[in-house]
């Protein structure tokens, strides 16, 4: 006979339901949220005084300019980055970015350390009717991108890194590239600053890297903040097993990450998006998340 998946995870006599719902619309700690956002902070400008750094150190090493044109190089570049942080300290991260103008201003920070630096970038404009990005998201694709090209130039191996940027309406993609060793994984630490800005915002990151032939690194960062917590009691009564699936689809979570993220198979995902669906009198998968936002 085969046994309930339902069953098998979760013992008789569970929580009172309001109890579920409590728990399940509980918010994230305000101290939480907060520190999240200060090592976003700390982690971006980390990261700017690294390129800039980094461009200085390249533009003084440089073969091709003489001491004196070394220096005022390295002041130049010294000079723009205060000029970028300052005008950056002015605008607020809430206003919409046209994509093609946050793309151009990448291009900026990065074209002294292409200049100078050992490393060729090519990029790749993203389409001009692609829809404006909110201003945070602007932000840490930047700095995403400045820390994979960073990444790049320490890599004795690595000659060329290309950088794709494209929308879907839903999420800003971006693909890199380089001529690499292939040996970087997701789980490599020098992509775990990264790892921390789409953590941020519920963001994707593949990593496909060939031994020899360098690695290939495909992001999507949501437009959109993710949904607020559904109101359950306009669903009546769920198990607690229910309640977390439900809210892993409301982030827009594929059934692979619900399944890791809850230490759960694939199969027992599957059962629980049936009940919900049966619950909801939803049709399909498409139609409960459309219901959830």
Known sequence: MTQDPEQTEEPHGASHPEELRAAAELPAPADRRHASQHARSVSELADRQAVTLETILAALRSPRLADRDARETAIGIAAAALVEARSSARQGADLLEPVTGAFGRLKAELRPLVRHGRVDVEFVEPPPNGRALPGDVAQAARAIV?????????????????VHWDCDGLHLLIHLRDDGNGKLSAHDDALRPIAEHLSAFSGRMDVDSTPGWGTEVTIAIPLDPAPAPLPMEDLGELSPREAEVLQHLARGSRNAEIAAELGISDHTVKFHISKLLRKTGTRNRAELIALLR
């Open 146 to 162: 400045r820390s994979a090209v960073l990444t790049v130039v320490d890599s004795s191996e690595a000659r060329r890194v290309r």
